[in-house]
């Protein structure tokens, strides 16, 4: 079949076993520890009993009875691996192109393209061995199709530079061939189906004047000559035959079909796009047609519904739907055909349809890539209160981008709501809602220009529902719904850039000053870096404390550094959702190296604003209230805790992880055992409560605030060996950490030796 395709984005899964093709000498090797080819493979081992692995990203390039043959890109260059059905073992080909027959026999080749392999090798990837090789360019001809395990179809080149169709045969050393006769003089662009049935279906170009003919002719092998020809419409058309029918598809969705015993010929406009071809298939009398392309689009706002790879009987009319999107289509030995495609119920894949016992076609899943057809809801990404005034958008993961989304924000107090239809596939290049890895979302800002609910900027409770609508049909919609409270001018705990995210400060041995910027991954349920560690500057050598403290008057995070005279500084960060842009240093006050410990970014006093606290050389807790004023960022300090904090080698302010009344405290004592102290909403806590031991192994523990965008703040902790965790807050003060998840932040090069 010359079956159209459409190419998926992204690389090839990891190659999991190589198979050394060498095509001069002919010899299969196989390294250790990969899967060889068997000698033999019986009939019985192309059926499983359930779909094997399909890489994701993997094109359609043949398949047989044993096994099935894709390509990929990798490194810009085309890796083509063979799964085999019975056990999905994969071999990959060491050759720049391959080509199908319609059978397990492979063809591969050198050059770019299988016309300008010269030299081709054919191999029967269910019995093994050693590939058969033909060399065309002594005969002057090029490869047109391989028919069988030692047959290929190639257009020869006259003397008088008219082009010929032959069938060469290598038979042990003896090199034969045959002209296949019919074939027009002057027939040129010489293509052909995989043979089914003894035919082969060849497509060429014949001049007539000054205009070009696009011409079918049906081929006999056994007797090499054409046994009919068929006109056709379209110069770039796809074909495919079958022992009753044979159908082509030309531009603009044209699908023509001949009855080969009548010549009666039919044709069926779909109405496509200029220039768009249909996807074809034969099975008996069963004409089969979907217009081509991938789940997720091709990445050029392309909202085209697809039409579903239909099969439709040319004797009753009847038609059945087999899978609801096909990418390509390839056929198969003993009346079957593969589609790369994907339906709702099994999934994106390989399918193999067949006829059924009463004569209808049916699919099967043989492969799957374990993505979902149906459009899912993946998760949402609102901080936890939401802050009005922020750049951080509201956020939404679905399973593939080009859907439209109808999404409603309704404040619950007044019923004020906003509406608006987001086109996500069709802005994808440039859309102010699309943020990438199928996330989409909006800013208050967004909301605020269409809607005078959103320039009320209300706080309190809101509701958000979406519907999203696949826009290439494929699947039915999804609805989600939830809410966030809102508030305006928040303190973030931990964010720098403000854009949805902590960052976390880290210093190295030479004194320069880097921020982290992190994301959570939901899959991997821990802290990931968004991008690389940005570079601050160098000289902070010169402070033995660096603190983030929140931000002071609302917005982005701040952080302070203390020298080693005991002077304390605020650098003023301001973030845009983008980049943190850092203020020159301003001086607090002198003093402050009478503490051993400081932490802030939490609000103990439950007044919105974040405080800093501090332990003194005689083990005394103090407090400086937030004034959320750069100018003056705290108040007057208050004693808080008399004496025994002395004890504590490392104390963090986390945020209210224990679900009381305000923010919390973590103090780790000598031996590394980690007491939390929970917050009254005054500045002042409850008796401590052991959380557990062995805290020692972290040189920093680090309040960040809610990572991963649950209403919890979390914590981050790093150790001496370039090890690092993330604990996220459960809320509850019996047990207020989950489980920790290794984080692959800061774990790199080079070791930091303070990290807030």
């Known amino acids: 079949m010359i079956s159209a395709s459409t190419p998926r984005r992204g690389v090839s899964a990891a190659i999991t076993t190589v198979l050394a093709i060498t095509l001069g000498a002919g010899v299969l090797s196989s390294p250790a520890g990969a899967a060889p080819l068997p000698a033999a493979v019986t009939a019985e081992a192309g059926t499983q009993t359930a779909p094997v692995p399909y890489p994701e990203y993997g094109i359609l390039t043949a398949a047989g009875k044993t096994g099935f043959l894709t390509?990929?890109?990798?490194?810009?260059?085309?890796?083509?691996?063979?799964?085999?059905?019975?056990d999905g073992a994969v071999t990959t080909l060491d050759a720049p192109v391959a080509d199908a027959s319609g059978t397990d026999v492979i063809m591969t080749g050198k050059g770019s393209s299988p016309r300008r392999s010269l030299v081709v090798q054919l191999h029967d990837m269910a019995a093994g061995g050693t590939p058969v090789t033909i060399d065309l360019a002594p005969l002057n001809g090029v490869y047109v199709r391989a028919v069988s395990k030692n047959t290929v179809l190639a257009e020869m080149t006259r003397a008088d530079g008219t082009g010929e169709l032959r069938l060469v045969t290598r038979t042990g050393d003896a090199v034969?061939?045959?002209?296949?006769?019919?074939?027009?003089?002057?027939?040129?662009?010489?293509?052909?189906?995989?043979?089914?049935?003894?035919?082969a279906l060849v497509r060429y170009s014949l001049k007539s004047g000054t205009a070009w003919q696009t011409e079918y002719a049906v081929v006999d092998l056994a007797a090499a000559e054409v046994?009919?020809?068929?006109?056709?419409?379209?110069?770039?058309?796809?074909?495919?035959?079958?022992?009753?029918?044979?159908?082509?598809?030309?531009?603009?969705?044209?699908?023509?079909?001949?009855?080969?015993?009548?010549?009666?010929?039919?044709?069926?406009?779909?109405?496509?796009?200029?220039?768009?071809?249909?996807?074809?298939?034969?099975?008996?009398?069963?004409?089969?047609?979907?217009?081509?392309?991938?789940?997720e689009g091709n990445g050029e706002g392309d909202t085209r519904p697809l039409i579903p790879f239909t099969a439709k009987s040319l004797t009753s009319g009847e038609t059945v739907k087999l899978v609801d999107y096909v990418e390509s289509v390839q056929p198969g030995p003993d009346n079957t055909l593969y589609v790369r495609g994907g339906n709702v119920d099994g999934g994106d894949g390989l399918y193999r349809v067949s006829l059924g016992a009463d004569g209808r076609p049916t699919a099967e899943a043989v492969a799957t890539t374990g993505v979902p057809v149906k459009l899912l809801h993946l998760g949402t990404q609102i901080p936890q209160p939401f802050d009005l005034a922020s750049p951080i958008p509201l956020k939404w993961k679905l399973s593939r981008e080009n859907a439209d989304v109808d999404l409603r924000i309704t404040h619950r107090a007044t019923g004020k709501s906003f509406s608006k239809t987001l086109h996500l596939y069709s802005e994808s290049a440039g859309s102010e809602y699309y943020y990438g890895d199928d996330t989409f979302g909006i800013t208050w800002a967004q909301v605020a220009a269409d809607s005078q609910m959103g320039k009320d900027a209300a706080v309190g409770a809101y509701d958000w529902s979406f519907t999203a609508r696949p826009q290439n049909g494929v699947g039915p919609a999804v609805e989600a719904s939830g809410s966030f409270t809102a508030v305006k001018n928040a303190s973030s705990a931990h964010d720098l850039d403000w854009d949805g995210g902590p960052d976390l400060l880290a210093r190295d041995a030479q004194g320069v000053l880097w921020r982290a910027d992190t994301e959570y991954d939901a899959t991997k349920k821990t802290l990931v870096q968004s991008y690389s560690v940005n570079r601050i500057g160098?000289?902070?050598?010169?402070?033995?404390?660096?603190?983030?403290?929140?931000?002071?008057?609302?917005?982005?995070?701040?952080?302070?550094?203390?020298?080693?005279?005991?002077?304390?500084?605020?650098?003023?960060?301001?973030?845009?959702?983008?980049?943190?842009?850092?203020?020159?240093?301003?001086?607090?006050?002198?003093?402050?190296?009478?503490?051993?410990?400081?932490?802030?970014?939490?609000?103990?006093?439950?007044?919105?604003?974040?405080?800093?606290?501090?332990?003194?050389?005689?083990?005394?807790?103090?407090?400086y209230k937030g004034t959320g004023k750069v100018a003056a960022p705290f108040a007057a300090r208050k004693k808080i805790g008399t004496g025994g904090w002395g004890i504590y080698n490392q104390i963090t302010a986390t945020g209210n992880i224990g679900g009381a009344a305000a923010g919390d405290l973590i103090a780790r004592d000598k031996d590394g055992v980690l007491w939390l102290y929970l917050g009254k909403g005054d500045g002042t806590f409850v008796a401590r409560k052991q959380i557990g031991g062995g805290w020692g192994a972290y040189t920093d523990t680090v309040g960040i605030g809610d990572a991963n965008h649950d209403g919890r703040p979390d914590l981050f902790a790093y150790g001496p060996n370039k090890t690092a965790y993330f604990y996220p807050g459960t809320g509850d003060y019996r047990k207020p950490f989950g489980t920790r998840a290794a984080t692959p932040?800061?774990?790199?090069?080079?070791?930091?030796?303070h990290v807030s």
């Open 71 to 86: 390509h990929s890109w990798v490194g810009g260059k085309r890796v083509y691996q063979w799964t085999r059905f019975a």
């Open 227 to 295: 046994v009919s020809t068929h006109p056709a419409s379209a110069s770039n058309s796809t074909g495919a035959l079958s022992a009753t029918h044979l159908a082509w598809s030309g531009m603009e969705g044209k699908y023509s079909t001949v009855d080969r015993a009548t010549g009666v010929e039919t044709e069926t406009d779909f109405h496509l796009y200029d220039g768009e071809a249909m996807a074809v298939g034969l099975l008996g009398s069963w004409a089969m047609y979907g217009t081509p392309g991938t789940l």
């Open 176 to 199: 034969t061939q045959r002209p296949v006769e019919g074939i027009p003089a002057g027939a040129t662009g010489i293509v052909s189906t995989p043979a089914r049935d003894g035919s």
């Open 745 to 753: 932040l800061l774990t790199g090069l080079p070791a930091y030796n």
């Open 538 to 623: 160098s000289g902070w050598g010169i402070y033995d404390r660096i603190e983030t403290i929140g931000g002071v008057g609302g917005g982005a995070a701040d952080f302070v550094a203390r020298d080693k005279s005991g002077v304390l500084w605020l650098y003023d960060v301001t973030g845009n959702g983008y980049a943190a842009k850092i203020a020159a240093r301003k001086q607090i006050g002198g003093g402050w190296n009478t503490y051993t410990q400081l932490t802030g970014g939490a609000d103990l006093t439950g007044d919105g604003h974040p405080d800093l606290v501090g332990v003194d050389k005689a083990g005394a807790l103090w407090l």
